[in-house]
């Protein structure tokens, strides 16, 4: 009897050890992720990851520890760290979402786009109401060159309740690298009417209308552009430049004339004006135009190592324009070194070759001028035609 009356006390302290030492284990793994949120909250990464390192020890089946340390680990750009951390906590809870959405973050954030993408679609598959996770899978996909996936990705988003501008921002890039103009066109007014103040989908759809030939409608969405952003003198650019092309060129030099009382002896105006009138000058033969053109050229120098290809080719159009062959194929040659490269200098090197008799010459540069630009970009007043045998 005694016995088992022993027994019977040590069973029950021994319980009760175990149940405090149980309960003294919960209360320093709570404290030790306490002391790990407080110091990621004050950015202190190295304790967070310290304090949450210490809650995976007391409980190594924690998968909130594991999440927490990776978080931490991605704060202080140890990505890999945190990928080997979210990738255990994906794996102690397999239903989890968070795990999965940070892991795929993770992935993209070292522009592993491929996995971003997979691990996304794993997250939005447990939770196919989550718009977010379609749009972050779309743009994981867009990222890594799959625009049909992106496409079929971005169009759960678009249709779920809470749609963002950005998921439909990027419906209409998918949409318009695919070749579909007018879903791309919707797709970008619904962007923007969601989100009036956004620049990037304004813009796209500037650039959308303007290669439709649109130009009404094109300047109307660079001019909203300009209010928004009216410290940006490359908004009122785009503006004349638009204008011109539309055979405004009046109110284009007053554009820029005006852009110039904001920005005076802005080089990127100046030359801006000095295109509009070569555009003239090339079109029409007419002096006048030419000289103001080259009159807008002396404000801006072209013989620094930041001279852009832009500037250099701009240049040689006038000094082709004024007939100094030598000099515009100088100017011309250095402006095909310089990048990014402006493709319109070798159209014009082939109009100078043509102009010397050097046919093959002049075809060679066409061709590369060409295989720079799509067909939509050609531009008729750059380029020649040969005569055929």
Same mark, same amino acid.
């Given at each position: 009897?005694?016995?088992?009356? &022993?027994?019977?006390? #040590? ?5 009760? #050890? /175990? ?90 954030? %070292? ?31 867009? !990222? @890594?060159?799959? #625009? ?27 949409? !318009? ?8 066109? @919707? *797709? ?23 290669? @439709? ?10 001019? $909203?552009?300009? !209010? %928004?952003?009216?410290?940006?003198? $490359?908004?009122?650019?785009? &503006?004349?430049?638009?204008?011109? !092309?539309?055979?405004? =060129?009046?109110?284009?030099?007053? +554009? ?43 404000? /801006? ?11 250099? =080719? ?30 319109? *200098?070798?159209?014009?090197?082939? @109009? &100078? ?13 066409? /061709?590369?001028?060409?295989?720079? #630009? ?8 750059? +380029? &020649? ?5």
């Amino acid at each position: 009897m005694k016995r088992a009356i &022993i027994l019977i006390v #040590v069973l029950v302290t021994s319980a009760a #050890v /175990v149940a405090l030492q149980t309960l003294a284990r919960e209360w320093q793994y709570r404290a030790l992720l306490s002391q790990g949120d407080a110091a990621l909250r004050d950015d202190q990464t190295f304790g967070a990851i310290e304090a949450y390192s210490g809650a995976a020890a007391v409980r190594p089946d924690s998968m909130l520890a594991r999440l927490r340390r990776g978080e931490a680990y991605a704060r202080h750009g140890e990505l890999e760290a945190a990928v080997k951390d979210f990738r255990a906590a994906s794996n102690l809870d397999p239903t989890a979402i968070r795990p999965l959405e940070e892991l795929a973050g993770a992935f993209y954030d %070292m522009r592993r786009f491929g996995p971003a993408a997979e691990t996304y679609h794993r997250a939005f598959q447990l939770d196919d109401r989550a718009g977010r996770l379609a749009y972050k899978w779309a743009l994981a996909s867009y !990222r @890594r060159g799959d #625009v049909d996936e992106a496409l079929a990705a971005v169009a759960q988003a678009t249709h779920l309740p809470g749609a963002t501008s950005e998921s439909f921002h990027l419906l209409a890039l998918c949409a !318009r690298d695919k070749g579909r103009a007018q879903e791309a066109e @919707r *797709a970008l007014r619904t962007a923007v009417e969601l989100s009036p103040q956004a620049i990037g989908p304004r813009e796209d759809l500037a650039d959308l209308l303007g290669s @439709r030939n649109r130009r009404a409608e094109q300047l109307d969405e660079l001019r $909203e552009l300009a !209010r %928004m952003d009216r410290g940006h003198v $490359e908004r009122w650019i785009e &503006i004349a430049m638009a204008q011109a !092309r539309a055979g405004q =060129t009046d109110a284009a030099i007053l +554009t820029l004339t005006n852009a110039l009382k904001g920005a005076p002896d802005n080089d990127a105006v100046y030359l801006a004006m000095a295109r509009i009138w070569l555009d003239v000058a090339d079109a029409t033969g007419d002096r006048v135009a030419l000289d103001k053109g080259l009159e807008a050229l002396r404000r /801006v120098p072209p013989d620094t190592n930041e001279t852009t290809s832009s500037t250099l =080719t701009t240049y040689g159009r006038a000094l082709l324009l004024s007939d100094q062959l030598d000099r515009a194929e100088e100017m011309l040659s250095r402006a095909v070194d310089r990048y990014p490269l402006d493709p319109a *200098a070798f159209a014009l090197l082939a @109009r &100078i070759a043509e102009r010397r008799g050097l046919p093959e010459t002049a075809q060679e540069s066409l /061709v590369a001028y060409k295989a720079l #630009v799509s067909p939509s970009q050609v531009i008729p007043s750059l +380029t &020649i035609s040969f005569a055929k045998p």
